[in-house]
């Protein structure tokens, strides 16, 4: 039984099935709401219809038929009411699956970490976050319902007309099975439109976003113009994909409406010749003005809920291609670690490095880390960093230096061995590219604290050598900066980013080439910078080529082809 669930699941209708668990009791009071809406509806029809016959059949007067009217009125608003909660509940049903599965959703990629999704388009994850999981609204707000509904109230009606007359009920039975079945035939297509819609989405908004980030280099190089071209081409192939899906959807509504309407006209022929004597087969002879008028109005209602299950059906189709997506951002693999540990370790336990009499901050025994193509990058490496040291890791591109560093923050996990560090220690992470965000100074500054105040952030900013860049400003801290810190030198990014350490107080500091790339004035403020960190006594681990950061070092560890082949120890002297 588990193994037929485990299949199911793996498909994305048997995914959609298994988000609607935890919701089955609203969607339970949604379609029951929707049956009793269903039957007040029944109810309704029928007072018309006996109104009606009185009227015309015996002549009653309206203050006699008080009583009914007052009775339909009652009908019609316990109707309303039983719509409302019937949409009410698939709403928070849809909301309650859809906010279920956004959480799991940044879950994983959170577990998943930045080095697996390195391959993957933010604003593909982030269309993929708002668009896919919103496509899931319809199908859980109102087509999961109307299946309910549409096995119980055509089942009724037709009972309810098969005991006023047979063979107007053979007509609803014979043309009831066209509609699931053209329901079916369209949702093939449907379900295969929508996914590569979604898939066009997706491209076009990494595409969108790759385009507005390097506007500046496309003016430069007089390359906006076919940058715009080539953004009309991908905007347009994304217009006519969906005109595609709105054709069929079209398309298939009129056919399902035409079936229904020519099933309702049947039956109105029918009924009238009977009623005018000019069928006199079977029960047409027994047909009075109120079963014939009441038979005539529950037809459409017969119908009804089909109908609205195949409007409901392009629901489905797009959360099929909505799930398909989703399932395979789920599949993203999570290194799972064979024998990891993170656990106390005594602060006061002696350091076994030479010239060090602090606590151990970090322990790896035999620690391995694998990627799926690319075998093993990292090890086995054993090693340990005492509390307070500053360790620079050195060695050529590709020789495992930065996997080292991912695996200490928690980007990677191992593959086997061992990794100890104290527990609940934050940990600060700088690379050659830091990530700024389109604001202010100060909000970049305030993503590493944001209670800090003002004076903290001064302190910060003053501490990374940027407080005459600041001082220069007419705005200070509230100047603003563009995608990506536009409007910052790349040596400014880097003490930007320097300040943000400064102002997390991060006992430890994970640092991946923080001086790449810059100029040799950038590079003299930033190592000056990093000195003032060494100097307040963090744990300091940086990835680096440059002999000046090597001198900040209590010790270079030298790398090549993902293990340790030296470990180094500088003089007071040199540093």
Known sequence: ???????????????????????????????????????????????????????????????????AFVLLLVVIAVRALAQWGQESAGVEASLRVRSKVRTHLLDHLAAVGPVGLSSRHTAGLGGQLVEQVEALDGYYARFLPQMRLVLVLPLVILALVLWLDWLAAIFLLLSAPLIPLFMALVGMGAERLNQQQFVAVTRLAGHFLDRVRGL?????????????????????????????????????????????????????????????????????????????????????????????????????????????????????????????????????????????????????????VSYPQRGRVLGPITLSIASGECVALVGPSGSGKSTLLQ????????????????????????????????????ENLRLAAPEASNAQLVEAVTQAGLADLVANLPEGLSTYLGERGLGLSGGQGQRLALARVFLSEAPLVLLDEPTASLDADSEAQVVIALRRLVNQGRTVVIATHHPALMALANRTLRFEDGTLQQHGTLSNETR
């Open 407 to 442: 695996l200490l923050a928690g980007f990677v996990q191992i593959e086997q061995g061992r990794v100890e560090i104290i527990p609940n220690a934050q940990i600060a992470w700088m690379d050659q590219r830091p990530w700024l965000v389109q604001g202010s100074l100060a």
């Open 216 to 368: 500046t280099t496309l003016q430069l190089f007089n390359r906006a113009d076919a940058s715009i071209d080539e953004v009309f081409v991908a905007a347009d192939d994304y217009r006519r994909r969906s005109m595609r899906t709105l054709k069929l959807a079209f398309l298939s509504s009129a056919v399902l409406e035409f079936f229904a309407s020519v099933a309702i006209a049947v039956i109105a022929i029918y009924i009238g010749f009977g009623l005018l004597g000019y069928i006199r087969y079977g029960p047409a002879e027994e047909l009075t003005l109120f079963s014939g008028l009441l038979i005539l109005l529950l037809a459409p209602e017969f119908f009804q809920p089909l109908r609205t299950l195949a409007q409901h059906y392009h629901d489905r189709a797009a959360a099929l291609g909505a799930a398909d997506g989703l399932m395979k951002m789920l599949e993203l693999p999570v290194s799972t670690p064979v024998s990891t540990s993170v656990f106390n370790l005594d602060p006061t336990q002696e350091f076994s490095a030479k010239n060090s009499s602090s606590g151990t901050c970090i322990r790896l025994w035999e620690a391995c």
């Open 1 to 67: 039984m588990r193994a037929t669930r485990s299949a199911d699941i793996s498909t994305p209708r048997g995914w959609l099935n298994a988000q609607a668990q935890d919701v089955k009791g609203w969607l339970a009071l949604a379609a029951g709401l929707g049956i009793l809406a269903g039957l007040m509806t029944m109810l309704q029809m029928g007072a018309l219809a006996w109104i009606i016959a009185q009227l015309i059949g015996t002549e009653t007067s309206l203050e006699q038929l008080s009583s």
